[in-house]
């Protein structure tokens, strides 16, 4: 019988059973749901509604529940959901006991604190792949930060940078991305159970005490917005559609620079397909599938927005479909992030390639016009006289390495021989002043202040590891 059952005479429809079921997808709660559970029924001890004796048949059975889970938890079902199976079956262990489980409690308010902290130990884990990533694009940004190519805007070669600086810009994204899960996890870190359906409890719940054992920081202020809260669920997709855009970008840049026309990078063989048909192809599957996984990402995050946008106080059922939503959202986003920080480490650049491209006088067309700047004309006059040179070489069929000094001369009297220096990918990038500008040696300084900054965000998380609960911590603790 359904938790809910006395007053009803007839049971659920067969169709509508099916319907509503979600064991299938929230079973994925069960150690949180055990965790949530166990704090509950220790507070409820503190407060006299469960005897000593009973909390330790209480334990015990939580702590064999938790064991038996772990082997069997793909093969449950019949139950309506995670919270109902782990009552009804606490219940068949030790009888009336587990009746006083749910005392003070609704399956709303703890269905809410399960996904706090479920998403607080996946932002813990996912942290980590973050400053794994983020530390692989500094050492691949350190092994390139001497090495020039072109770089573009508007997908048209702009002016020489380094590949080494390509990758410092993707560090500062994911570098941007860990503090955005920072943030989040805060908003994560208040404890909603003791809301009861939506108005609290008449009973003296020591929502503070459930709070320590469970290592919150805070707990909520409105019963109300705590079961009808999933802010942090939108929080959680938004983030991580972000973190899939970035490797979308990067995805991109790959699938270009691995085609024939670019031939920038070679493809790992173990990153890349072949094709069934064509003996010749080195295919980007990789790169193609986050692009296209993106896709599903963000749909979610259109998703959650879309259940929670005309929701009236405060808990619906419709805030079951949080779930698949949340949980497909961090599955890919782990996968992804595993592969693509070894992937970036296996890219291999072809550098005679990237040199043949880097022969494009044009680039330096910048580092020209600053060169008279320098000399004392005004910007947009060097601008001007530039461009005045470009056109002369396209209507000579000539490159800028290929104009005599004279033909310099006559565009202005600033230009002497030093202009040739100039036309080097090497020396433009060291000819940079500007603090995040591809100068070699500026970019050394960069790298140092990003791997203190790594190190930083990793002292911040490892703090965090200790206070996520678990079984036996919480046990060991309460020392029965
Ligand atoms: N399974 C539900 C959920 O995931 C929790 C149960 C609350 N159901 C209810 N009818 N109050 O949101």
Redesign the pocket.
Known sequence: MALWGSRWRKSLNKDVEEFTY?LDF?KRLFKVDLIGTLAHVLMLNKIGVITNWEIKVLVEEIKKLYESLKEDIDNIKDS??I?TYIEENLTKKIGDIAKKIHTGR???D??ALDLRLYLREEAYELSQLILKIRENFLSMAERYIDSPMPGYTHLQEAQPVSIGHYFLAYDSMFERDLERLWEIYKRLDVMPLGSG?LAGSNLPLDRYYVAEILGFSEVSDNSMDSVADRDFVADFIYFSSLIFTHLSKLSEEIILWSTQEFSFIRLPEEYSTGSSMMPHKRNPDVAELTRGKTGKIIGNLVNILTILKALPLS?N?D??ED?PAVFLVIDELKLALKVWSNFILNLEFNMDKIEKTLRNDFLYATDIAEYLVLRGMPFRDAHKTVGEVVKYCEDNSKSFKELSIEEWKNFSPLFDEEIFKLLNPEESIKSKKTWGSPNPSLNREVIKKKRQSLRDQKLKWELIKDKLPSIDKIIERVNL
């Open positions: 979600s929230d309506e959901d919270h609704s399956r709303n703890q269905v359906a808990y059922r805030l079951q779930k």
